[in-house]
């Protein structure tokens, strides 16, 4: 039976991704830094859909942490078949009054982490000649909205730089960037975007689970870079086609609609 390791398995779009693979039959390895909340999952999901599910609690600020879990993904005797990079938090402070430490794990969370994590299950998988990697990045990467766009769109192009490394070895990697997604990342990080009546959410948002199926396609389809919906794939297009100066105007007007 195959495994997968999620990253930021507990909540929002990491439970959607293990949701659906415990679903289709593949076993779990769940990493957060919520300890309780990966044992009340792995309980849920070994009841419900029968998985082995094995948690490691982990703080992907911490490096000596990350470096553990790229050990558990280079272990030949328990290989991993599919790593999920989804651990993530918001990061929407003026530039300005930016506070340099929060700045700093950001990076190592999604950034660094992701890098070390990905290298360790390419060299892993490429042994075996199969295995599949998703980072989760945003559509926001596409934009300028400050350092979260900044983490983003580094996050987007290495995944896109380790495809063409991987090419040919049998291991597929895939950046799925969603725009505004149904989960509690928002509200967590101080966005207003919550505010949205319901007809206007139904027009931006879209549902984790539709996230999860267009990564999971991607990455069947051997697609590198795919955007869930065709509202913002359409979006993320036209922001990488206008002209800068025009992409700038468009994102300081999001930008000032957050505060």
């Known amino acids: 039976m195959a495994t997968a390791l999620i990253t930021g398995g507990t909540v929002g779009l990491g439970r959607a991704f293990a949701t659906r693979l415990a679903r289709d039959g593949w076993d779990l390895v769940l990493a957060s830094r ?18 082995t599910v094995e ?102 192009i290495m995944t896109e730089s380790l495809a063409i490394e991987l090419r040919g070895t049998g291991v597929r990697v895939v950046a799925v960037l969603p725009g505004w997604v149904e989960t509690e990342f928002h509200s967590r990080a101080g966005i207003k975007a919550n505010a949205f009546p319901p007809f206007l959410k139904k027009l931006v948002y879209v549902t984790p689970e539709r996230v999860v199926a267009t990564a999971l396609d991607g990455l069947a389809k051997d697609r590198v870079v795919c955007v869930p919906g065709r509202r913002w794939a359409f979006a993320v297009w036209l922001a990488r086609v206008i002209p800068k100066g025009l992409n700038r105007k468009v994102s300081g007007a999001l930008t000032h609609s957050r505060t």
């Not at 919520?34 to 998985?51: I, N, Q, S």
Request: proline share 3%; glycine share 10%; net charge negative.
């Open 34 to 51: 919520d300890a309780a909340g990966l044992e009340a999952a792995a309980a849920e999901f070994r009841a419900t859909f029968g998985v």
């Open 55 to 156: 948690v490691i609690p982990t703080d992907l600020s911490v490096r000596s942490d990350t470096l553990a879990l790229a050990g558990r993904l280079e272990d030949a005797s328990r290989p991993i078949d599919l790593l999920v990079n989804n651990a993530g938090f918001g990061l929407h402070d003026s530039l300005v009054t930016l506070d340099p430490d929060k700045l700093a794990r950001a990076i190592e969370v999604m950034d660094i982490a992701p890098a070390i994590l990905q290298a360790a299950a390419a060299r892993a998988m490429t042994g075996r000649g199969k295995g599949g990697i998703i980072n989760v990045t945003s559509s926001a990467g596409t934009l300028t909205t400050g350092a979260y766009s900044a983490v983003k769109a580094w996050l987007t």
